[in-house]
């Protein structure tokens, strides 16, 4: 059996974006592959320069990720999602707030300067997602125990998909045994209170089935290198049942 580590994700607002459109900053509703990628590297210290390390990284990575009903916490079956509408006027003498000690500087001609910078940006509003994970080759560093004392102390603030998007508390919240994915979000949720919706699934394909599972192609993956994302990753979709099945 591989051993998982289990996170949770929980912000007032989250992100878990997608493709962005214009100036629609789009979000999907499970987090990707290359989120929790650079969340551990965050977590990690490293430097967004350091392509490959990222690169590998999120090639070991095996994630699934399961929604927890809001009828459990008093709301609806679903999340919430919500739109914020942002409009700045920014300076060439402005500079932005990162999580690297350095300050962002603004670049651009005068006529990046000439009227206001307008946006949205979409949150899924009071979610809590729990994220099973596991490393493949499991004895290459970093290793997943490193990774687990990383998100504890991490070297800079953590955020879930955008800055305003800070978790709400711990984001380790354990260990589970399992053969693969899937079985490590079914023993985790049997741990948690049930709800007659069920639980809302994402785990990778061959990492698991059940009956009803539905398998799609899904473009998650960054190139660190370039900044762009691209290729697809095949993985499934389900509710798991009220009890794990035999």
């Not at 800079?156 to 919240?173: Q, Y």
């Not at 023993?187 to 049930?194: I, K, M, N, R």
Request: net charge neutral.
């Amino acid at each position: 059996m591989a051993r998982h580590l289990v996170l949770r994700l929980a912000s007032p607002l989250i992100a878990f974006g997608g493709e962005t459109i214009d100036n629609q900053g789009v979000i999907r509703d499970f987090p990707a592959l290359s989120m929790l990628t650079g969340l551990i590297a965050n977590a990690l210290g490293w430097d967004r320069g350091q392509d490959q390390l990222h690169n590998r990284l999120q090639q070991r990575l095996r994630m699934g990720t399961v929604l927890e009903p809001m009828a459990l916490r008093g709301g609806t079956p679903h999340a919430q999602r919500l739109v914020d509408f942002q409009t700045a006027e920014l300076g060439a003498a402005d500079k932005g707030w990162t999580t690297r000690g350095q300050p962002e500087e603004r670049r651009g001609g005068a006529g990046s300067y000439a009227g206001p910078h307008l946006r949205y940006r979409h949150y899924h509003a009071e979610l809590t997602a729990w994220v099973a994970l596991h490393l493949e080759p499991a004895n290459e560093a970093p290793t997943l125990e490193q990774v687990a004392a990383a998100l504890d102390r991490p070297a800079r603030p953590l955020f879930i998909g955008r800055k305003p998007c800070l978790p709400t508390g711990r984001v380790v919240a354990g260990w589970q045994d399992a053969e693969h994915v899937l079985g490590a979000l079914q023993a985790w949720t049997q741990q948690l209170p049930a709800h007659e919706t069920g639980w809302c699934a994402q785990w990778p394909d061959g990492q698991g089935n059940l009956p009803l599972d539905r398998r799609s192609d899904l473009c998650d993956e960054r190139n660190w290198r370039s900044g762009v994302h691209g290729g697809w990753r095949p993985v499934c979709q389900g509710n798991l049942p009220m009890e794990t099945p035999a």
